[in-house]
């Protein structure tokens, strides 16, 4: 099998998985979170769950139209449109590295998360390269 088929494809799981996790994000954030008891999804002191869910919330509908530029990407890498598709996917998942590396700079016990948050698109890139330079 052809190595450059092979790293495309590849390439398109791994911003498949970006897709998916930022959905998840915005189901975590946008309705879990906003239980009485969703603080305990983000390590928030129970006294500032309140206070922080508003925020949460709005972080949670950010994640989706994030996920929804990923995936209309995808769509337009499955058509062949190949400028459309650079555009969405290439916006979108710098997005979430840069997301990433942000949270993981600000928030020290939500390192893990933020490595959640911007692997699976950084590999999408790095595959995505493979296939480009060839």
């Known amino acids: 099998m052809d190595i450059n088929f092979i790293s495309k494809w590849v390439s398109f799981g ?3 998985v970006s897709a998916i996790l930022h959905f998840y994000f915005f189901y975590i954030e946008s309705f879990l979170y906003q239980k009485s008891d969703g603080y305990k999804y983000f390590k ?4 500032d769950h309140k206070a922080t869910r508003v925020w949460a919330f709005n972080q949670g509908i950010y994640n989706f139209f994030l996920a929804l530029q990923m995936s209309i990407g995808l769509v337009f890498v499955r058509l062949g449109e190949q400028k459309t598709a650079g555009l969405l996917v ?5 997005t979430m590295i840069g997301a990433g590396i942000a949270l993981y700079f600000s928030a020290k016990h939500l390192r893990q998360a933020a490595f959640v948050q911007m692997i699976p698109p950084a590999l ?4 995505l390269s493979m296939h480009a330079i060839r």
């Open 90 to 94: 290439g916006l979108s998942g710098l």
């Open 14 to 16: 791994f911003f498949c």
């Open 44 to 47: 928030v002191a129970p006294q």
């Open 124 to 127: 999408g890139f790095l595959f």
